[in-house]
Each structure stands twice: as structure tokens, then as C-alpha cells.
């Protein structure tokens, strides 16, 4: 792989750089995976995993060749791909307590969900996660992940970060910005993005990154967190953009002290991740905390949607609730069970605001006989649909979107599950068993 020169004169004089170290990992290509299992979803893995990643309690390197595809387990939310890196900002919810009742928490640049799905695990399961993707195709993906870890205490939009600011009943005591970057810090995973890097790409991020933050620091509470990363190896978009930030809004940066062996190198007021020197691709992360005395001005012209309580007999199916009674709401003609600390927020949100999810989807009003695929993948509650257990070879059929084996025993609705978690709903008919799997999901090569 060949790197761009301008990229590593960039780097010259950054701690934990070295040149020939660099360029020699980066021939190698990468050598693991890694995996975060869900904490909710525990169940027997398909594979073994090598190590623990450090800075993650759940987090796990694999095989660099394992096909997660081909693993049913993927598919029902028993665990989630990904890069070991950023899974330190589990170690920075950690080091910052903020598992306490109610907290609101906001991912601005949410997709593909796996930041999210840290927030799930490590914050109160009673404070509400927003996870906000301004591009369509990537927050259906967010969307995706999200089901697929079940919980309850989310809602999902689809808006520019700005229009958040304008129009955001909220302000968060948490504020995650994965920003968009040149992506640098990925090469090894993605080696024809180094042919196609160029320092335009970087000039680009750079004014993306600064309205990202500029909206971060005034949708976060006084005293609130800002946590700042990107997979760019490029100072401009890391200590550069920390720095600005620092210098033109009141705000102040959080320092840990970590572990000498696990070689994250001190940069500036945030933190980098070497490739050559750990088990991980380039990232980049810093953590702020918004000073006090500073104003928080709301906007008045809120617009909220309309929704309308329901109560389970409402339903054409039942819920019971491993935990606390969820809420069963209406919204814009789909039935939702959420936490009921989302019930008040739900209602102030300006219809500007595009909501594609609010905790777990329960199905149409008009279809309220089919039950919705969140249903089957959710940890919160199930259902009075009963389970069917497939093997490997009919759950891969099934996750193909091909039609299951006829039962004579089997009649109506049915969870398929393997392994004893949900992949997805299936109608047994007298003479065939209609696919349910949702068909932007199938695989389509095994």
C-alpha cells in the first residue's frame, strides 16, 4: 500500500509517530477483528475469541477471517462488529460516572450505531439516547444496529445538526460526535482509500467538523460532555480542531490517566491510537466539559406531532416485560413500546424533525396483526407468539429470505430463534411457512 506523502509529512513530530514503523504496518494489512458482545443477549458465541480488548469490558479480538455474515448470532444482536479503538469510549463513560438515573444523551453522527450501542450498554437503562444521522441510507443502518440491540430508552432521527440546534427541546449532559473525517485512520481496512486520499478531503472535513462541534457545544447542558473522535490520522482534523474549539468556546478538556501498556499516546488534549504500536486502526478521540454561567437559549416555535397512548389490549398480540412496563404509544401510524421517560420528550419534538425510531417498532396501525421485526429481536419484553428453534443450514435459508420447511405442528404466527434469541417472524399456514426476514436485510452471498 502506498502512502500519500502528504499525509506523513503531516504526521512528522505528532507523539507515537514514527515513519518506518508506519509504513511497515501498513504493509502488513490487518491481522484481527474485533467484536463487542451485547451484555443483554448472553449466549454461547460460534467462534472463540483470542483476547480481551483492554479498554472494553465486552469487547473481543477474533479471527481476521471469520465471516460474521455466515453467523446467525451476528444477525440476532448477540454481538457487534466492531474496531477496537473506538470502543474507548466505553473506558471514557466509565472514568466519567455518568451511569446515573435519567441522564439524556445525544449521538450526533450516529451511524452505523456501535458508539450508540455503547451508550446502551454503559448508561442508565432510564436515560434517554438520541442517536441522530443527518444522511438517509446510513440511518437506516443506524436503525438496523439498533434493533438488533433491543432496547427500549432510544429514539433514532434523521436532520442536520443545525436544525438540531434550532429546534432540539433538549439540552444533553452527553454529546457524542464521531465526526465525519478523510478517513485516513482506515487504510489498512480499506486500502483503495489511500489511492484515493487527497488533502482536499481533509480541508473539507476540517469545516465540517468545526459546525458539527459549534452545534455540539450549544445542544450540551452546562457542566455536560463533549466527546470528539475521528478515524483520521490528520492532525488538521484532530489536535488542530481540538484546539480550535478550546479557543472559541468555554469549554475545558478532560485528561485520563491510562494504562503505559496498553500505547495510546497523549496528543495534544486528546488521545491517538497508533496502528504500529497496539491492537487497533488509527482513531482519535478528546473529551470537553462545557463550563458553567453560560446561556442555553430554547427556541419557542415547537410544532410537536401529534401521538396517541395506547394500552396492550389495543393490541392484536400480547407483551410481557422483562423489566420495567414499557409505554405503547402511536406516532405517525406505527406503534411503538418505549421507556416511559421518552413519553414527555416524544411530545415536545418539532415535526421538522424527521423520528424514523422510537424504541422498539411494534408494527402498523393498519397491520396490527403482524408483528414488527424489532419484536423478535428485542431483549425488553416478548411476545404471546410462540418460538421456533431452527438449526444452522434452515437459519441461514431463513436469513436468505428463502421459504422455511412446512410443519403440520406449527400454525400462525412464530419468533424464529437459534440458539434461544430472535432472528425474525415467520407465518406458519397449513401447507407452507411464509419468510418474514425483511428483505433489505437478506443475504444475498453465503
Given amino acids: 500500500m502506498l502512502i500519500p506523502e502528504k499525509l506523513l509529512e503531516c504526521l512528522c513530530g505528532i507523539p507515537g509517530y514514527h515513519r518506518d514503523d508506519f509504513l511497515k504496518v501498513h504493509q502488513s494489512g490487518p491481522q484481527y477483528r474485533s467484536i463487542r458482545i451485547n451484555p443483554h443477549k448472553a449466549s454461547k458465541l460460534s467462534f472463540k475469541p483470542e483476547q480481551p480488548v483492554p479498554w472494553a469490558q465486552n469487547g473481543f479480538y477474533v479471527p481476521a477471517e471469520y465471516r460474521f455474515t455466515t453467523d446467525p448470532l451476528f444477525h440476532c444482536g448477540a454481538y457487534y462488529v466492531q474496531e477496537a479503538s473506538s470502543m474507548f469510549i466505553e473506558y471514557i463513560l466509565l472514568k466519567l460516572s455518568l451511569n446515573v438515573p435519567?441522564?439524556?444523551?445525544?449521538?450526533?453522527?450516529a451511524a452505523p450505531g456501535g458508539?450508540?450501542?455503547?451508550?446502551?450498554?454503559?448508561?442508565?437503562?432510564n436515560s434517554?439516547?438520541?442517536?441522530?444521522?443527518?444522511?438517509?441510507?446510513?440511518?437506516?443502518?443506524?436503525?438496523?444496529?439498533?434493533?438488533?440491540?433491543?432496547?427500549?430508552?432510544?429514539?433514532?432521527?434523521?436532520?442536520?445538526?443545525?436544525?438540531?440546534?434550532?429546534?432540539?427541546p433538549l439540552r444533553f449532559k452527553l454529546t457524542l460526535v464521531d465526526a465525519p473525517c478523510s478517513g485516513s485512520g482506515l487504510f489498512r481496512k480499506q486500502p483503495e482509500h489511500a489511492k484515493q486520499w487527497h488533502y482536499g478531503l481533509v480541508k473539507e472535513a476540517v469545516k465540517t467538523q468545526q459546525d458539527i462541534l459549534s452545534d455540539a457545544y450549544y445542544l450540551t447542558d452546562n457542566e455536560g460532555y463533549i466527546i470528539y473522535?475521528?478515524?483520521?490520522?490528520?492532525?488538521?482534523?484532530?489536535e488542530s480542531i481540538t484546539q480550535w474549539f478550546m479557543e472559541h468556546f468555554n469549554v475545558k478538556a478532560i485528561s485520563f490517566n491510562l494504562p503505559k501498556e496498553w500505547s495510546i499516546y497523549s496528543s495534544g488534549c486528546g488521545y491517538r491510537f497508533w496502528p504500529q504500536h497496539l491492537k487497533g486502526e488509527g482513531f482519535f478521540c478528546a473529551v470537553f466539559q462545557k463550563k458553567a454561567n453560560n446561556a442555553n437559549p430554547f427556541k419557542a416555535s415547537i410544532k410537536p406531532v401529534l401521538i396517541k397512548y395506547k394500552d396492550t389490549s389495543k393490541l392484536n398480540f400480547k407483551i410481557y416485560s422483562t423489566g420495567p412496563e414499557p409505554q405503547i404509544i402511536e406516532r405517525e401510524n406505527v406503534l411503538y413500546a418505549c421507556s416511559n421517560g421518552l413519553i414527555d420528550i416524544i411530545k415536545s419534538i418539532d415535526r421538522q424533525i424527521l423520528i424514523n425510531k422510537i424504541g422498539v417498532r411494534l408494527g402498523l396501525v393498519n397491520q396490527a396483526e403482524k408483528p414488527h421485526h424489532d419484536c423478535a429481536l428485542t431483549h425488553?419484553?416478548?411476545?404471546?407468539?410462540?418460538?421456533?428453534?431452527?438449526d444452522l443450514n434452515t437459519a441461514l435459508r431463513y436469513l436468505k429470505g428463502e421459504s422455511l420447511p412446512s410443519d403440520k405442528n406449527a400454525k400462525g404466527w412464530y419468533r424464529i430463534t437459534f440458539w434461544g434469541l430472535g432472528l425474525g417472524w415467520a407465518n406458519f399456514l397449513n401447507n407452507r411457512a411464509n419468510n418474514y426476514y425483511p428483505k433489505a436485510l437478506k443475504i444475498i452471498h453465503l
Fill in 128 to 168: 434517554l439516547i438520541w442517536a441522530n444521522e443527518p444522511n438517509a441510507s446510513r440511518c437506516l443502518t443506524l436503525c438496523d444496529t439498533l434493533s438488533r440491540w433491543g432496547n427500549l430508552n432510544h429514539l433514532v432521527s434523521r436532520s442536520s445538526t443545525r436544525l438540531l440546534k434550532e429546534k432540539c
Fill in 115 to 125: 458508539k450508540t450501542s455503547i451508550l446502551m450498554d454503559v448508561l442508565n437503562k
Fill in 102 to 109: 435519567e441522564l439524556y444523551a445525544l449521538d450526533l453522527c
Fill in 380 to 390: 425488553a419484553f416478548y411476545t404471546s407468539f410462540p418460538d421456533y428453534s431452527v
Fill in 229 to 238: 473522535s475521528t478515524c483520521s490520522f490528520s492532525p488538521e482534523e484532530n
